[in-house]
């Protein structure tokens, strides 16, 4: 693997093909540290699972799993313990709508081509790190377009926000870009139990299931 610097971002890569790994970690910024690497569906979550890196750059069309490729990783680390504070980036040389929307749908926070050169990549990284979503530009229309709201989902959006408290919104905004708990509390000065209570309370008032489900909300009500 590749060599660690201090404070670097710890990655997987889950891609297929073994050269295309290897030349991507080659291509990697020293900010960067691969923990590990997968080439199917079930070998990326039990890598995953092993060693939660902080992120994880993941093709979308994998063999192995029930076939559901990149989106079947997404579902099936959302319930691994521990997993809450890794984010995925998706990789792929596919730029079909139907490829971005599912996995920025099952929880990814952005979606590059495989065009991109390995500083685009890095950076990419640390963005999606830090809580951001990063997109390719012509793929964000995409999700502009599968998430838009209209004017009467504008409303609706608004009456849904009217259930939560000023701070129920600041903590929902960052738990929606991928900020983990910890980092929120210390935004925010809060305590994490405090944090966890607000967002237990977000979730049932908006009547979702976890933070995947949270940041789709969010993103179809151009909330982030």
Known sequence: MSAATPEAIRVVIVDDHQIFRTGLRAELGPELHVVGEAATVDEAVAVIAETLPEVVLLDVHLPGGDGGGGAEVLRRIAELPGSAETRVLALSVSDAADDVVSVIRAGARGYLTKTASGAEVTSAVARVNGGDAVFSPRLAGFVLDAFGAGGGETAA???????????????????????????????????????????SK???KLQLSNRHELTAWALARRLL
């Open 157 to 199: 959006a608004d009456d849904e926000l009217d259930r939560l408290t000023a701070r129920e919104q600041e903590v929902m905004r960052m738990i929606a870009r991928g900020y983990a708990y910890k980092e929120v509390a210390a935004e925010l000065f809060l305590s994490v139990k405090t944090v966890e209570t607000h967002v």
């Open 202 to 204: 977000v979730l049932r």
